[in-house]
């Protein structure tokens, strides 16, 4: 079992930064490969990026390719996501996921096991 807990996310204008942490704990952190998907209100939740279970290999969405970054810290059981240039169709909740897929290269909601409760990111134009 995991627990994972978002923080990070607020209100900011276009052009601007904010950085998402998810913060895990119980089962070995490193046991997992771990994501960010985000819903707007009305669409379906979807893949943002992700990252494998050392940080050896990244993917992104084509829509934040370039804007945001993944990186976890094993150390402290955190991962982030760094998010630039945020535009207002980022608006959106920010959920981060684990998987048990330790490569990370999985997009798709249903072979993620644990979820956190979502942080609200909304940018202004």
């Known amino acids: 079992q995991v627990q994972l807990v978002e923080s990070g996310g607020g209100f900011v204008q276009a052009g601007g930064s904010l950085r998402l942490s998810c913060a895990a704990s119980?089962?070995?952190?490193?046991?997992?490969?771990m994501g960010w998907f985000r819903q707007a209100p009305g669409k379906e939740r979807e893949f943002v990026s992700a990252?494998?279970?050392?940080?050896?290999?990244?993917y992104y969405a084509d829509s934040v390719k370039g804007r945001f970054t993944i990186s976890r810290d094993n150390a402290w059981n955190t991962v982030y996501l760094q998010m630039n240039s945020l535009k207002p169709e980022d608006t959106a909740v920010y959920y981060c996921?684990?998987?048990?897929?330790?490569?990370?290269?999985?997009?798709?909601?249903?072979?993620?096991?644990?979820w956190g409760q979502g942080t609200q990111v909304t940018v202004s134009s």
């Open positions: 990252i494998s279970w050392n940080g050896g290999s990244t």
């Open positions: 996921a684990a998987t048990t897929i330790t490569g990370g290269h999985t997009r798709a909601v249903y072979e993620y096991d644990y």
């Open positions: 119980g089962r070995s952190f490193n046991s997992y490969a």
